[in-house]
């Protein structure tokens, strides 16, 4: 296999990493618009996806924060009517959260609006580009699971490995 030229390396990371950040601004451009928050919006397409009502233990687990940020977010989104909470039948310190008719309505509105932009984001992708990108980011994403789970290790960079600069690193600092 041939090497890549690692200053086009850094330019296409930089490149898809700034993309990354683009695609994020507009999503929460588009998710303020409906009048609420990042951390609430996305507490409630949780809450959408979900086949049965997680514990607040579980979704601060899953967005990795506190049981007191999302206890405050789930009290706004009660609030402004997003959710409906009630005491289980069968352990009344457990709520049951359920999405009303208006928080469906976001869910619903914000597929169409996601949609949209991801439609918009491809628009000047041919067909034949889209399945070359699709191809691309799939490899991408079996080398660094691999590099995650330690399948595949680093490769050397001019003649030294990862562990040597590290060793390096940790000398100098001594």
Avoid at 80 to 90: F, K, L, P, S, V
């Amino acid at each position: 296999m041939e090497e890549l030229d690692q200053e086009r390396v850094r330019q296409a990371i930089v490149l898809f990493m700034a993309n990354n950040r683009r695609h994020r601004r507009v999503f929460d451009k588009l998710v303020q618009e409906l009048g609420m928050s990042n951390s609430q919006h996305r507490l409630l397409m949780h809450l959408h996806r979900t086949d049965c009502t997680p514990s607040q233990t579980e979704i601060a687990h899953t967005f990795e924060v506190s049981t007191a940020a999302i206890a405050v977010a789930l009290k706004k989104l009660e609030k402004n009517g997003y959710i409906h909470r009630c005491a289980a039948i069968e352990d009344s310190r457990y709520k049951e959260i359920s999405l009303t008719e208006k928080g469906e309505e976001v869910v619903q509105k914000t597929h169409r609006m996601f949609a949209s932009a991801d439609l918009a984001m491809f628009a000047d992708f041919s067909h034949e580009e889209l399945e070359t990108f699709m191809v691309c980011l799939e490899k991408m994403k079996t080398t660094l699971r691999e590099l995650e789970t330690g399948e595949k290790q680093l490769p050397r960079i001019r003649g030294i490995h990862v562990h040597e600069i590290l060793a390096g690193a940790g000398k100098e600092s001594t």
